[in-house]
């Protein structure tokens, strides 16, 4: 993979993971099937430590000459060959559900991927499993009671992959932000918008602390990861607390505040489903059992960390 195809940052912005070397040197050739915001993050880290890396995409190579660069669009039959994938060892699965609710991954390519006989599969999920708790904060040993028809999809596809008898990992995330996809945006471009709703947290995590936590989950002995693993930092909040120190950073105006009984009849169907849902995720599990020390721990450094982008 050529470092055009998986859209580096800067190299003084690349992140020295502690896990990095350990996980690079455990890995033969890593397929991560979804070049998207996350997918694109993981490959960098580990391309630039050595791992040959294959990246999958929706549109076939335009320069027709990157080794890297893996066509893949199940709907229009651009499948990988086998030989395509030879010597793949880990494979990382960021392609949410198809518009039937089902794994286009596993459906796909299910039978290829147990004749590579892959050391780890991880798969990206969502908090959204839980559904809505009031607020109350949810685990890996929580109840699953997903309300919205797309965390139920997702549901079904980490039931799917359970079931698939290979090595798979389920990693369930919350809101991703980071370089390039943060609060300082919207203030930026005059999107932002400042809703409240009283007693209503969201949980989130830096998506490199995403990476982070795959390279430590990879560098550990197979006996010791947990089958399902959340990943957030440890600071749910408000969005206009968030979105309050994006304008601090920036050093702009907040848009005037608006209350969100006021404004939900003029949501989309989307934006009403995000706010419909009221949880706080813990990453106990990942901190505290498996001793991996985030990068971000509250969003004042995840954000912080972004201000780069605008100075």
């Known amino acids: 993979m050529t470092k055009e195809s998986v859209n580096p940052v800067a190299a003084a912005d690349r992140i020295d993971h502690p896990a990095l070397a350990t996980a690079a040197a455990a890995i033969d050739r890593l397929l991560v099937l979804g070049g998207g915001y996350t997918g694109r993050r993981v490959a960098m880290a580990l391309e630039a430590a050595g791992v040959p890396v294959l990246l999958t995409h929706r549109q076939p190579d335009p320069s027709g000459n990157d080794p890297g660069w893996l066509h893949f669009d199940p709907d229009q039959g651009a499948l990988p060959s086998q030989s395509d994938l030879a010597g793949v060892s880990h494979v990382l699965v960021t392609i949410p559900p198809n518009a039937g609710g089902r794994d286009p991954v596993l459906e796909s390519l299910e039978a290829t991927l147990r004749r590579l006989d892959p050391t780890w599969v991880g798969y990206l999920s969502t908090t959204g499993v839980y559904g809505d708790t009031g607020g109350a904060w949810v685990d890996e040993t929580s109840p699953t009671q997903p309300l919205l028809e797309r965390s139920q999809a997702r549901l079904a596809c980490e039931q799917a992959w359970r079931r698939s008898g290979l090595p798979v990992q389920l990693l369930r995330l919350p809101a991703i932000y980071g370089p390039g996809r943060n609060p300082m945006l919207s203030l930026r471009n005059g999107t932002a918008r400042l809703i409240h709703k009283p007693g209503q947290v969201f949980s989130r995590v830096h998506v490199d602390d995403i990476v982070g936590a795959l390279l430590h989950t990879i560098a550990l002995p197979p006996q010791a990861r947990p089958d399902t693993l959340i990943l957030a930092d440890t600071c749910p909040c408000p969005s206009s607390e968030i979105l309050g120190l994006a304008a601090h950073l920036l050093d702009c105006r907040l848009?005037?505040?608006?209350?969100?009984?006021?404004?939900?009849?003029?949501?989309?169907?989307?934006?009403?489903?995000?706010?419909?849902?009221?949880r706080r995720a813990s990453s106990r599990r990942l901190r505290d059992d498996l001793g991996y020390r985030l990068l971000y721990p509250t969003y004042w450094e995840g954000l912080s960390s972004c201000s780069g982008d605008f100075f």
């Open 255 to 278: 848009p005037e505040v608006q209350r969100y009984a006021d404004v939900a009849p003029s949501l989309g169907p989307m934006a009403r489903s995000f706010w419909s849902e009221n």
